[in-house]
């Protein structure tokens, strides 16, 4: 009995440690996005935050990360605790899988190859388009300042060049050194290479540089809706890239945090009509097709190749465009 | 014209520069930044068969380098807080060393402190001592913090010619009033004991400490309460015998809990004669029970590290005593620091059930101190040392700070020790020693210290055939130290 006692007595200090360290009821998630999606998830998250509560009464805070996609995937990999993941590219998320965060099948865990919406790239220019840009051939030409990010760096800055490039396939019947040069001349027309998106936004829209901005369709869209009203035109190229930015729960992390079920319903809910709306809301084209019937007219009419079809895949891309020594490197040293 | 919205600062810079583009001048060429793509890749080419640019489009052009040059360096501005986010801050100072990651959640500091004594003895004919120099502690101390609250501590010493681990543990800081710290560090009883030891006022502690723990593994509840006004601390250990550094293992089944009530209650004060005042209560309670080989039982040392008591112990079972049951201990304390004056006094009873043989007793030791502080130049006294307001630095002439200090203790040890459970001839039964001393802190990591310390015993000692007392023990003790 009296040895019971003590053992009662040495357990304390233990067991209020444990008392003190228990979760709060509420929960919490981090969503590690890239750089243009500030707005679409503050709007999406305040709707899934509420919707939880309704479905479990479940209090929940959904903290947003946003930098270049890149740079935010490299974020991860070295120990930010993301639930979840909404970047730019899959080639990103392949880099997080490959770190054993989550399974190296995660595009397959939620339809449309765990892509809800889809954006395409355009150009902004400004009002009246002074310099009379309406292609890429238009930005390689000599006197026009082209704001565009860093594609070390920026997911967006990825899709840019390879619609550029793309394009110039199609334009010249798939001759590589054609399209290099196209490529080339672009990019020594880009007097800045911001880090991410949002930046190259800033430096267009806000410090008044450059003459055309090279940008996601929901990025130009909002700034010409929100950031400067009647100062910018939207500029459709004859053809994009179909821009497809994925998502995926970051499994070893949600299951740490004991919220891989919450993060997956997170997602999913991306995909309802709710979050459909919001996304079109928000300027990207969506996959549900009551969103993109309702919303069809804020979006021009552009012909969309895909990756897959024009460059075999992210990671062929990755590697021959954007790899150290890789195409871009070598555009970017012959420029200097 | 482009619609540039953020120009008007810039127009003077423009029109400054547009005397150069009028007068056909070389082209401003700025060196480009490794990220970015060369200045001749600026939207300025011209085309030869292009028509003369007119004097709004040189205009534009100026006015656009300029703001590619001020967005260049606000993008280096972002880059560099980003990085700034991530960095690693190195620090050195008063404080020591330390790595801290950007978010403060990951800590490492490098401290440490050596003590240089000096122990001289007068008068000792008739119980020789050996004067020596010695290295009394040299302690290396790694602390810092992982994932922001948990802090760790590791401190051996290699003092004295030994490796001893006297500090190794983690401490999860929950709140305020609630952390818990667990591995091999003080146990909350005593006063002076709990004191840093390069913040005391002597060289050596007083004859209390003798009677309270010294290091024991365990685990312990803490906390600030009022905001800041209590302290409590509350926790179970293996059971140290009194004044011992305990080992890595115990030596028997029996725990000691030990708890701490302290108050500061002026802590807030504007105050400052009220600031200063601390007091409160310490207690600890066991069953612990030796054996011939590890009696579980304390033997008293003087400022000199002399052992003027220790129990019985030849070996032999009915030679030897243990320790044979309850054992506790009780500290009241107080403590108070004015501006140039500080006192320190607490008392300690430290009772053991004790057995030799058949024999057994139920023996209570006590002891208690005053000791006083006057800070006469150069700072202000405290529980943590005093903190010179100049250095040394005979340049300047300052000086640092000094202290005079002052203090007299006692222990007691229960007369129904002897004399089965001690010998009257060579355990004294009582000492009594009063000290003085001056510090010179020459600033807040190097001190000099010298004591002249007597302590005056009561048996110990033999006077002809009978039992009589141990000589007096006159020492001189001083240190440099330096503490990072």
């Known amino acids: ?336 | 014209m482009k619609d540039r919205s953020a120009s008007f600062p810039l127009l003077f810079s423009v029109l400054t520069l547009a005397s150069v583009a009028f007068g056909g001048a070389a082209r401003a060429q700025e060196p480009a930044p490794p990220a970015d793509p060369p200045a001749e890749t600026e939207p300025a080419a011209t085309d030869e068969t292009e028509a003369p640019k007119s004097v709004d489009e040189r205009l534009d052009e100026i006015d656009q380098k300029l703001r590619v040059l001020d967005r260049r360096g606000e993008i280096k501005e972002e880059a560099e807080a980003e990085k700034a986010k991530t960095a690693t801050f190195v620090t050195s100072g008063k404080d020591g060393f330390s790595l801290k990651s950007a978010d403060g959640a990951f800590v490492l500091k490098l401290r440490g402190y050596v003590q240089f004594d000096a122990r001289l003895f007068s008068d000792d004919r008739a119980r020789p001592n050996v004067d020596t120099f010695l290295l009394r502690r040299v302690r290396p101390i790694f602390e810092g913090t992982v994932f922001d609250r948990f802090d760790f501590r590791i401190m051996p010493d290699f003092g004295q010619g030994t490796s001893t681990l006297f500090d190794a543990y983690v401490e999860g800081r929950f709140t305020p009033y609630f952390k818990v710290r667990a591995g091999k560090f003080k146990p909350p009883v005593g006063l002076e004991r709990l004191q840093g030891a390069t913040d005391i006022f002597f060289v050596e502690r007083a004859l209390p400490t003798n009677l309270v723990p010294n290091r024991d593994l365990g685990v312990q509840i803490s906390g600030d309460l009022a905001g800041g006004r209590a302290n409590y601390a509350v926790g179970a250990f293996n059971g140290v015998v009194d004044g011992a550094n305990g080992g890595d293992l115990d030596s028997n089944s029996g725990k000691d809990l030990a708890a701490r009530l302290f108050f500061t209650p002026f802590v807030k004060s504007e105050n400052p004669a009220l600031r200063g005042l601390g007091f409160g209560v310490s207690a600890s309670q066991g069953t612990q029970n030796g054996t011939t080989a590890a009696t579980g039982l304390p033997s008293y040392r003087t400022d000199a590290q002399q052992t003027f008591f220790s129990y019985r112990s030849d070996g032999t079972a009915a030679g030897t005593v243990i320790a044979n049951g309850d054992r506790k201990r009780l500290s009241p304390q107080l403590y108070w620091y004015g501006s140039r004056f500080g006192l320190l006094s607490e008392y300690a009873i430290a009772s053991q059930e004790v057995r030799r043989g058949a024999v057994a007793a139920d023996l209570e030791n006590k002891s208690w101190q005053v000791a006083g502080s006057w800070v006469i130049a150069g700072g202000s006294p405290s529980y943590r040392g005093v903190a010179p307001k100049k250095n040394f630095d005979p340049k300047a002439k300052t000086w640092g700070a000094f202290e005079l200090v002052g203090r007299y203790s006692e222990l007691d040890v229960d007369d129904d020790a002897f004399p089965v459970f001690a010998s009257p001839t060579s355990a004294a039964s009582s000492a009594k020693a009063l000290g003085f001393g001056l510090n010179w802190y020459f600033n807040r990591s190097v001190r000099f210290m010298f004591d002249l310390v007597q302590t005056r015993f009561d048996g110990g000692g033999v006077a002809g055939s009978a039992v009589g007392d141990r000589p007096d023990e006159k020492v001189v003790l001083s240190r440099f130290q330096i503490n990072f």
């Open chain 1, 1 to 336: 009995m009296k040895t019971m006692n003590r053992v009662r007595l040495l357990a304390l200090p233990f067991l209020l440690a444990l008392v003190t360290a228990l979760p709060a009821a509420a929960a919490s998630l981090l969503n590690v996005s890239y750089d243009p999606t500030r707005e679409l998830y503050q709007d999406f998250n305040a709707a899934f935050t509420k919707h939880w509560k309704a479905k479990t009464g479940q209090d929940l805070t959904v903290q947003q990360s946003h930098g270049g996609s890149g740079k935010q995937a490299r974020a991860v990999t070295d120990g930010l605790e993301a639930d979840v993941v909404t970047l730019a590219l899959a080639y990103d998320i392949d880099a997080i899988a490959a770190s054993g965060l989550l399974p190296k099948n995660w595009q397959t865990l939620l339809p449309n190859n765990s892509t809800p919406y889809t954006s395409t790239i355009v150009f902004l220019v400004r009002k009246g388009n002074p310099k009379k840009i309406h292609d890429w051939e238009d930005l390689a030409r000599p006197g026009i300042s082209v704001i565009t990010p860093n594609p070390k760096t920026s997911g967006g800055a990825r899709w840019n060049y390879l619609a550029a490039w793309g394009y110039a396939l199609d334009k010249y019947g798939n001759n590589e050194a054609k399209a290099k040069d196209l490529v080339t001349r672009i990019y020594k027309n880009v007097p800045i290479l911001d880090t991410g998106a949002r930046g190259s936004t800033v430096t267009f829209v806000e410090r008044g540089i450059g003459d055309v901005l090279i940008a996601w369709e929901n990025e130009a869209i909002y700034s010409v809706q929100k950031l400067g009203k009647g100062k910018f035109e939207i500029v459709a190229p004859s053809k994009s890239i179909l821009a497809e930015p994925p998502v995926a729960v970051v499994t070893k992390v949600a299951k740490k945090h004991k919220t891989e079920a919450l993060a997956r319903a997170y997602l999913e809910y991306l995909y309802t009509p709710e979050g459909q709306e919001i996304a079109a809301r928000n300027y990207y084209r969506p996959r549900g097709p009551g969103a993109a019937a309702k919303y069809a007219a804020q979006f021009p009419q552009v012909t969309l190749f895909t990756i897959d079809q024009m460059f075999g895949g992210w990671a062929k891309a990755q590697k021959t465009h954007f790899a150290d020594g890789g195409v871009f490197d070598q555009i970017y040293q012959a420029g200097r």
